[in-house]
């Protein structure tokens, strides 16, 4: 793996597998963690790994946000475990339910790979804004079009461990039919690229990895 002098980036070994940023907007949110004596650092990785997938709590990590996730199977029901491929997450945004209602916001997980990179280890989740599985409707049940995604890269090296989350190609979902739900999604999309998705991921990565 190739090395790196600032935390703020990925080896680029590693950005290959972050889309490639086509149109709309990016972001990207970086926090690590340094490994010293006193750490054991496989059981940390691990224990890292699994707040990951335990999405159901990411609101206890993620402090300074106001989401709360729920962790859904391919038919829409809730479930109480890790995620796998396939599984869908619903984000509700409370502190907007008395602005906006309909503040349900839903994505898929298309990719989680667990490997050995370099000698080092290495955890990518990827998830895509999508229908909301419990509706028949296909219409994206989020701010952002079906374009957008989040990539997820959890690794450690001999010195540290790093989170980083990387938004690609975010554009605001208008393509419903209905005004209402069109500048619903305009305001959630200009609120995100104003900041608020950035704090939201800083402060998950945050928790994840010093909870």
């Given at each position: 793996?190739?090395?790196?002098?600032?935390?703020?980036?990925?080896?680029?070994?590693?950005?290959r597998?972050?889309?490639?940023?086509?149109?709309?907007?990016s972001?990207?949110?970086?926090?690590h963690?340094?490994?010293n004596?006193?750490?054991?650092?496989?059981?940390?990785?691990?224990?890292?790994?699994?707040?990951?997938?335990?999405?159901?709590?990411?609101?206890e990590?993620?402090?300074?946000?106001?989401?709360?996730?729920?962790?859904m199977?391919?038919?829409?029901?809730?479930?109480?475990?890790?995620?796998?491929?396939?599984?869908?997450?619903k984000?509700?945004?409370?502190?907007?339910?008395?602005?906006?209602?309909d503040?349900?916001?839903?994505?898929?997980?298309?990719?989680?790979?667990?490997?050995?990179?370099?000698?080092?280890?290495?955890?990518?989740?990827?998830?895509?804004?999508?229908?909301?599985?419990?509706?028949?409707?296909?219409?994206?049940?989020?701010?952002?079009?079906?374009?957008?995604?989040?990539?997820?890269?959890?690794?450690?090296t001999?010195?540290?461990?790093?989170?980083?989350?990387?938004?690609?190609?975010?554009?605001?979902?208008?393509?419903?039919?209905?005004?209402?739900?069109k500048?619903?999604?305009?305001?959630?999309a200009?609120?995100?690229?104003?900041?608020?998705?950035?704090?939201?991921?800083?402060?998950?990565?945050?928790?994840?990895?010093?909870?």
């Amino acid at each position: 793996m190739n090395a790196i002098t600032n935390m703020e980036e990925l080896p680029a070994d590693l950005s290959r597998f972050i889309p490639e940023q086509k149109i709309g907007q990016s972001n990207d949110t970086f926090s690590h963690l340094a490994l010293n004596d006193r750490n054991d650092a496989d059981k940390l990785f691990k224990e890292i790994k699994k707040r990951l997938l335990n999405i159901n709590q990411w609101n206890e990590y993620a402090t300074l946000t106001n989401a709360r996730f729920t962790l859904m199977d391919s038919n829409g029901n809730d479930i109480n475990r890790l995620a796998a491929i396939g599984d869908y997450v619903k984000v509700v945004f409370s502190g907007m339910q008395k602005l906006i209602s309909d503040s349900e916001e839903h994505v898929h997980i298309g990719q989680i790979t667990s490997l050995k990179h370099g000698g080092m280890d290495v955890v990518i989740m990827k998830v895509y804004p999508c229908a909301d599985p419990t509706h028949n409707k296909q219409e994206v049940a989020h701010f952002f079009n079906d374009e957008a995604s989040n990539t997820f890269i959890l690794y450690r090296t001999t010195t540290h461990i790093q989170l980083s989350i990387h938004g690609r190609n975010e554009i605001p979902n208008t393509g419903s039919g209905r005004i209402r739900k069109k500048s619903r999604n305009l305001i959630f999309a200009v609120l995100a690229v104003a900041g608020i998705s950035k704090i939201q991921w800083k402060s998950l990565a945050h928790g994840l990895l010093h909870f």
